[in-house]
């Protein structure tokens, strides 16, 4: 089985910034990041395709946020800068087994294995 392993979360004020780490076991397609607060749906916030190594940004968090990987050690990052409340979710990295369209990498039906999150809060 394919694990997934999250890091970085934290508390911060409005304004700061947190970097999250994620580790996925094996080499996978694409990996993203997604998020979800209490009685929310499951949004995802940023993408990036393995191979072209393009990205994918939600609208809430463009200019803000930047996904990156280091596709050696098969791990991928979040870079969140200027973090604002509503911000505030547990934060979950995810892999896929397979190729998927652009269009679908903010989907979580793209994706195949999941980490247990960790959490981000950000006060006012």
């Known amino acids: 089985q394919v694990l997934v392993v999250e890091s970085g979360g934290g508390s911060v004020q409005a304004g700061g910034s947190l970097r999250l780490s994620c580790v996925v076991s094996?080499?996978?397609?694409?990996s993203a990041w997604f998020r979800q607060a209490p009685g929310k749906e499951r949004e995802g916030v940023a993408a990036?395709?393995?191979?072209?190594?393009?990205?994918y940004y939600a609208d809430s968090v463009k200019g803000r946020f930047t996904i990156s990987r280091d596709n050696a050690k098969n791990t991928v990052f979040l870079q969140m800068n200027n973090l604002k409340p509503e911000d505030t979710a547990m934060y979950y990295c995810?892999?896929?087994?397979?190729?998927?369209?652009?269009?679908?990498?903010?989907?979580?039906?793209?994706?195949?294995?999941w980490g247990q999150g960790t959490q981000v809060t950000v006060s006012s």
């Open positions: 990036i395709s393995t191979y072209s190594g393009s990205t």
């Open positions: 094996d080499y996978t397609d694409n």
């Open positions: 995810a892999a896929a087994a397979q190729w998927w369209p652009a269009a679908s990498l903010l989907r979580p039906q793209a994706y195949d294995y």
